[in-house]
């Protein structure tokens, strides 16, 4: 599976954007870039999810770099309720891989009253 | 819509102890993941079912670990014996059949073992 990379963690202000990178050098062509996120004492929840273009939901926005080999998570405006740890995940449209999820250690996100 | 249900939600046992966790996916959902998760890190893959078959398991330690799903709807993920090294989160997922789909996760049962 192809890996990425993110920071281990990352701070913000509430009401603050917030700009969680992730880089994915190895991407191919039929990669899905999708984001989970995980609260203190929950199980991870879906965020978002691209291919190619910029994509925006009611939770989040995601920015993908033309040549695809990074993205960005965006949060418009963090509130308390956002932190958590973030995880970046490549999941093959095509391949056997699509089935599940193969999570890295992701970035802890602290949000700051 | 009820989300996935897990229990139990914490569990404390000794080593060499049997520990069995249960969990019920969205209704509807064919496909059905128990993940692991150790502190500090993400969670991992133990086994995937479509329906009641188990299509991935090669990372369930088979030694010790068992899974059924009976019917393709409830699950139960079985450890015995427990070692002190089993003490992390046990995730149950489920997301409709096919390759894609959005994986929906449970609160987790927290087992700890002493």
């Known amino acids: 599976d192809a890996k990425t990379t993110q920071p281990n963690s990352m701070e913000s202000n509430e009401e603050e954007p917030v700009h969680l990178p992730c880089n994915h050098s190895?991407?191919?062509?039929?990669?899905?870039i999708h984001w989970y996120r995980q609260l203190p004492s929950q199980g991870p929840e879906y965020v978002i999810h691209?291919?190619?273009s910029n994509v925006n939901n009611r939770m989040a926005s995601l920015a993908i770099a033309e040549d695809r080999k990074s993205s960005t998570l965006i949060l418009h405006r963090a509130t308390l309720r956002d932190a958590a740890v973030y995880y970046c995940?490549?999941?093959?449209?095509?391949?056997?891989?699509?089935?599940?999820?193969?999570f890295g250690k992701g970035t802890l996100l602290t949000v700051n009253p | 819509e009820a989300g996935v249900v897990q229990s139990p939600r914490y569990k404390i046992i000794e080593k060499k102890q049997p520990v069995a966790f249960w969990c019920n996916p969205i209704?509807?959902?064919?496909?059905l993941y128990w993940y692991r998760q150790n502190l500090g890190q993400g969670p991992e893959l133990l086994i995937r079912?479509?329906?009641?078959?188990?299509?991935?398991d090669s990372q369930l330690p088979k030694d010790r670990f068992s899974a059924e799903r009976l019917k393709g709807v409830d699950s139960t993920l079985k450890i015995q014996p427990a070692e002190l090294g089993d003490s992390a989160v046990y995730l149950c997922?489920?997301?409709?059949?096919?390759?894609?789909?959005?994986?929906?996760f449970g609160e987790g049962s927290w087992l700890t073992v002493v």
């Open positions: 079912y479509e329906n009641e078959e188990a299509v991935d």
């Open positions: 997922a489920s997301s409709r059949g096919g390759s894609g789909n959005t994986i929906y």
């Open positions: 190895t991407i191919s062509g039929t990669d899905y």
């Open positions: 209704s509807g959902h064919n496909t």
């Open positions: 691209g291919l190619t």
């Open positions: 995940i490549l999941r093959d449209r095509n391949g056997g891989s699509n089935y599940k999820l193969t």
